[in-house]
């Protein structure tokens, strides 16, 4: 896209705004679940209001874990996002668990059998992205939105920031100059306080943190820097809006940048491909860019209820790739299985790993020591680079090859 402007804006919202308390709980369920049982199947949706938490849904698992060891997640959940607040307590909040038995219409299509393998947990579509804009191979609105929040929140729990609140959101505009980000043209950060704390006092608070993670120079222009627009933000967290999993999915996935199949992440225990396929077509498209076979890249997969195999398999390079975009597909087939079990025991997801994703992004993370993040990975590289290399692929039987720019 030569000689073209543009200007791009993801948001984030921090770990105590009332959609991340839901995710966040639902998530802790999960993993109360895979921690006693790997095998266990979870869908736990959450919501939050003043004084109030309601999980319901179905799960298929342990008796060890039951009503009371739920509640004690739950709370344990919002006493880590910090929620000491008098209309919104960790320790007095009331707890209603209604989750049952899991549908066993969906469990005999989606359970391993003798003549058939495990099938996907429901239809649907999947996206996976990556890009050259950040060292995390994210869209650098939607990584350094997250990245804001996160600061901020590290300080709130170290107590450098005691006067402000769990609850928080950012948006970050950047102007584009030939398809590449080149500095901030708006900043707005909203973020909970104490009432004690005037509107400046919060703006001098959140500056810092906004200006140690733009790249120097990229800092907007003082009057397109938005802290609390409103003036005040005392109310917040589900006390000021009521909260529900699954309402930021595209907060948790590329804030914008790329597409979404629609399907929510959180509460979700890997079976579901909404969850596990969408973590694959990440990690496909983030090792397809970081073995330098594109500038960006999408990946789209599709799935039918009970059916092993993926119903399709799509890579778009974007017009930046190294080879043909049916020439990556071909060679990222030949190295990597999209199956829901497949999927499973290559990122290794049947694990206690999903609480912490539940806010600042599903992606553009570090991969823990645990496990956490395995989809981050760049693992398929070099396997990527030799099959596509070996194979020699081409032109005139796969398509057409573009010039690749470093």
């Not at 939050?48 to 344990?76: K, N, Q």
């Not at 699954?246 to 491909?273: L, N």
Request: aromatic share 8%; net charge negative; proline share 4%.
């Amino acid at each position: 896209m030569a000689d073209t402007k543009y200007i791009f804006t993801s948001e984030s919202v921090a770990e105590g705004h009332p959609d991340k308390v839901c995710d966040r709980v639902s998530d802790a369920i999960v993993d109360a679940y895979l921690g006693a049982d790997p095998e266990a199947r979870v869908a736990a949706e959450c919501l939050a209001t003043t004084g109030f938490l309601c999980i319901a849904g179905e799960t298929r698992g342990p008796a060890s874990i039951d009503r009371d060891v739920l509640e004690t997640v739950a709370r344990h959940a919002v006493r880590d996002i910090g929620y000491k607040q008098e209309e919104f307590h960790w320790e007095k909040i009331k707890v209603d668990v209604r989750l049952h038995a899991q549908s066993a219409d969906i469990a005999v299509g989606v359970d391993a059998a003798s003549n058939k393998d495990e099938g996907a947990g429901d239809q649907g579509i999947m996206f996976g992205y990556a890009c050259r804009e950040t060292d995390s191979l994210m869209p650098a609105a939607i990584h350094y939105s997250h990245a804001i929040l996160k600061s901020l929140a590290e300080a709130r729990h170290s107590g450098a920031l005691y006067k402000l609140g769990p609850d928080a959101k950012s948006q970050v505009s950047l102007e584009y100059v030939n398809g590449k980000p080149v500095r901030a043209t708006s900043i707005v950060v909203s973020t909970q306080h104490d009432e004690s704390v005037t509107t400046e006092e919060v703006r001098e608070m959140v500056r810092p943190h906004v200006l140690n993670i733009l790249p120097e120079g990229w800092m907007c222009d003082e009057a397109q820097f938005y802290v609390n627009p409103t003036g005040r933000f005392v109310i917040g967290g589900p006390h000021g809006d009521c909260g529900l999993t699954g309402r930021k999915i595209i907060v948790d996935t590329y804030g914008g940048a790329a597409p979404h199949g629609g399907g929510a992440f959180s509460g979700k225990d890997p079976t579901k491909v909404d969850r596990s396929a969408a973590y694959a077509a990440r990690h496909a498209a983030k090792n397809i860019v970081g073995a330098g076979l594109a500038e960006k890249c999408t990946i789209q997969l599709s799935y039918a209820i009970g059916v092993s195999h993926p119903i399709s398999l799509l890579v778009n390079t974007h017009g930046t790739g190294a080879y043909s975009d049916a020439a990556i597909a071909e060679a990222l087939s030949a190295i990597a299985d999209f199956r829901p079990r497949a999927i499973r025991e290559r990122l290794v997801l049947n694990r206690p790993i999903y609480a912490r994703t539940a806010a600042y992004g599903h992606f553009g993370r570090t991969p823990d020591a645990d496990g956490g993040f395995s989809w981050e990975k760049l693992d398929l590289a070099e396997a990527l680079r030799n099959e596509i290399s070996n194979k020699k692929y081409r032109d005139d039987e796969i398509g057409n090859v573009a010039e690749f720019k470093r």
